[in-house]
């Protein structure tokens, strides 16, 4: 597995404004499946680049540092990773599963049209359009 930093600026961009709802593997800059070690080992470096003591002339990243800490203290303790994984899981099955959108057909026939063929003639399209339509 290999830990891929991202540098400050990119993490500023890429972290300002996107909430509470950003996957805690993706601030890490892991996959799901790191071991412990190397969520350690993340957290870690993150924390180091991301603290206000190594970047006094830089912007202040507190929300970033705050993001950091929220996704390591989910995926350091074992219950709370694997709810999180469950978690994460169900939002995968759900955002994957297709969207089924009724569709209503009118029948072309009653205004003189036959789309396709009819293997029979159809009596009561013959009476609704004698009915409405006088034909």
Do not use: C, N
Request: aromatic share 8%; net charge neutral.
């Amino acid at each position: 597995m290999t830990l891929v930093i991202p540098e400050v600026s990119e993490m500023a961009a890429t972290f300002g404004g996107s909430g509470p709802s950003r996957d805690h593997y993706a601030v890490l800059g892991l996959s799901a499946e790191a071991s412990p070690t190397q969520i350690t080992s993340a957290y870690r470096t993150l924390i180091r680049t991301l603290h206000p003591d190594a970047r006094p002339g830089g912007p202040p990243a507190d929300a970033e540092l705050a993001e950091v800490i929220a996704a390591y203290e989910t995926l350091h303790d074992p219950r709370r990773r694997s709810a999180y994984d469950a978690e994460r899981h169900q939002k995968q099955l759900t955002a994957s599963r297709p969207v089924r959108i009724p569709v209503r057909v009118r029948s072309s026939e009653v205004m003189g049209y036959s789309a396709a063929p009819q293997p029979y003639e159809d009596p009561f399209g013959r009476l609704v359009a004698w009915l409405l339509y006088g034909v």
